[in-house]
């Protein structure tokens, strides 16, 4: 996936928008678009707001994947599981990163600001960007997911 240009939609809160200039900053450097969904500031906001448009934007097919960000990364992950075609995993380390791709094919990650610093956000970004999805017997359960 590395050599491949993507379009990659993000989305975070308040709490999540320390990691988003940087995590922007490294889709460019590898040559990839970003749609930007906000927030603009760390300012008190709703999630939702903002990551809703960018999962939307992977089930459009308007971007090939997208990253959410908050404070844990959990009701982020929540909401852009509710939109139908996007698989979102919640990633914490690399291993998390690694397989979300891996296994569930996931094709938007959800980070947590508050349990994961900058340096590792961007390790799991590109673990996640690198990794190709398995197949085989996970093909048939991905497929589940979405009956």
């Known amino acids: 996936m590395s050599n491949t240009t993507l379009t990659v939609s993000i989305g975070t809160d308040h709490a999540g928008f320390p990691l988003k200039e940087p995590i922007i900053q490294l889709l ?11 927030c603009t500031s760390d300012a008190s906001c709703d999630y939702p707001d903002f990551i809703r448009p960018a999962a939307q934007a992977v089930a459009d097919g308007l971007a090939d994947y997208g990253i959410v960000l908050g404070g844990s990364g959990n009701g982020e992950a929540i909401v852009a599981n509710k939109v139908k075609g996007v698989r979102c995993g919640l990633c914490w380390d690399e291993w998390s990163a690694q397989m ?5 094919n996931a094709n938007c990650i959800a980070i947590g600001a508050r349990p994961v610093n900058e340096a590792l956000a961007l390790k799991i970004v590109g673990i996640w960007l ?10 048939r359960r991905v497929e589940k997911i979405e009956c």
């Open 100 to 104: 979300t791709k891996e296994h569930n």
């Open 28 to 38: 460019r450097e590898r040559g990839h678009q970003v749609i930007d969904c906000g």
């Open 130 to 139: 690198d990794t190709e999805f398995e197949g085989g017997r996970h093909t």
